[in-house]
């Protein structure tokens, strides 16, 4: 798996707060991931994923999506042409055939394929979440795009109108997303369900976490920050005008603020001003605790480079306590997978409160990047609440 270097916060329900990624590597572009899968070939390698993309393209696609695409390489294309606009002699005169005969395409009426017609955001979002055997029957095409973003998650972090033409290097994006997806009732991920090589399904999702993204994270200023004064950060959620915002966005901000409240209460709680510490080592805490491994889910909020608007994304969260002082992070969603690890550079016990013993753990990854986890337990060692802190993100976690 291709490890990103990012540092993230903790918390069974986490929301970060920042942007969550740091890449110290030039990052794969959705339309390489898919070449390497072998989805896609372009003209002579060039992906052109600048350029637009048209329906017949699209078409050759959805061909290879389909369970039925095995059956390709023996298909005979009929000798008259179903569609006026396609003659014989087009490249993709076969592929249209195919699809046709398959039910994935009934061109734009009047006996036409629509060849030559440009992808907008509403047909490649349909066209996709379909490939997944979803039934899209009650789904209104004017408003396609934002109805499966928000019941299946297929979509952009930035906000496109449905209407508005997308480049070929968005629709790689989404069809990427796609097959990382499951198929309609099934376990099954689409890229699972094409039966490619493991070794190319293992590249695909270990890379795909990593593609080229267009929205840059929010980061805090951690100037002020260091590792002889710590000082522990609860500045308030920023003011959103929430009509701006979709109906997942607006639901993802209330979740934020929420979070945002309880990081002031624990802070408030356990680590004012007056709170006194002691210095523990690693071990100290492992013996004292039961904290060992969690799984958390979170949202990220991002803001594209330019734009005053803002983002939001979900993900899951594994963190774990590897060898010596290193924590471990693995993150995953429909975006794929990524795996990082940080370092733990100090541990401090405070005060108990209340027959609770609160723990603040200080992490650096690669001696770049600061952040904490503010860990309380009970005396039995049970984890009840935490909260975490770094340059990517802030959450919190209650029992």
Request: glycine share 8%; net charge negative; hydrophobic share 40%.
């Amino acid at each position: 798996m291709k490890k990103l270097f990012c540092v993230l916060p903790f918390g069974l329900t986490l929301v970060l707060l920042m942007g969550m990624f740091s890449f110290a590597v030039e990052a794969p572009t959705y339309g390489q991931l898919l070449f390497d899968l072998g989805i896609i070939s372009g003209a002579n390698g060039d992906l052109n994923e600048g350029g637009e993309i048209k329906r017949e393209e699209m078409v050759v696609i959805l061909n290879r999506l389909s369970a039925e695409y095995k059956n390709f390489q023996n298909y005979v294309a009929p000798k008259q042409p179903s569609f006026i606009d396609v003659p014989l002699t087009h490249w993709a005169y076969r592929d249209i055939e195919f699809a046709l005969s398959n039910g994935l395409t009934s061109g734009v009426g009047n006996g036409k394929f629509g060849l030559g017609h440009k992808i907008n955001y509403n047909q490649a979002s349909l066209f996709l979440i379909r490939s997944l055997g979803h039934d899209t029957s009650d789904v209104r095409y004017d408003a396609a795009s934002a109805s499966i973003m928000n019941n299946y998650g297929l979509g952009f972090m930035k906000h496109l109108d449905g209407e508005e033409t997308l480049t070929r290097g968005a629709v790689f994006e989404l069809l990427a997303k796609t097959l990382n997806m499951r198929v309609a009732s099934s376990e099954v991920r689409k890229v699972e369900a094409l039966a490619y090589p493991i070794e190319k399904i293992e590249a695909f999702t270990g890379n795909l976490y990593a593609a080229k993204q267009y929205a840059k994270p929010i980061v805090v200023d951690t100037s002020k920050w260091s590792k002889n004064d710590m000082t522990f950060r609860s500045s308030d959620v920023q003011t959103i005008d929430v009509s701006k915002l979709n109906e997942w966005d607006a639901k993802a901000y209330e979740d934020m603020k929420k979070i945002n409240n309880e990081m002031n209460r624990v802070i408030r709680t356990y680590l004012n001003t007056d709170a006194k510490y002691t210095k523990i080592t690693l071990e100290d805490f492992k013996s004292a605790s039961n904290v060992k491994r969690y799984y958390y889910e979170t949202v990220g909020m991002y803001r594209y480079e330019g734009e005053e608007a803002l983002y939001f994304y979900k993900s899951g969260l594994d963190i774990s306590f590897g060898e010596d002082n290193q924590l471990n992070f693995l993150i995953s969603s429909s975006e794929g997978f990524a795996d990082s690890e940080a370092i733990i550079y100090e541990v401090r016990q405070y005060e108990p409160r209340n027959g609770l013993m609160p723990y603040v753990l200080l992490f650096s990854e690669y001696d770049q990047y600061k952040g904490y986890l503010t860990i309380v337990v009970n005396s039995n060692g049970d984890i009840l609440e935490s909260i975490g802190d770094s340059e990517f993100g802030k959450g919190f976690y209650s029992y």
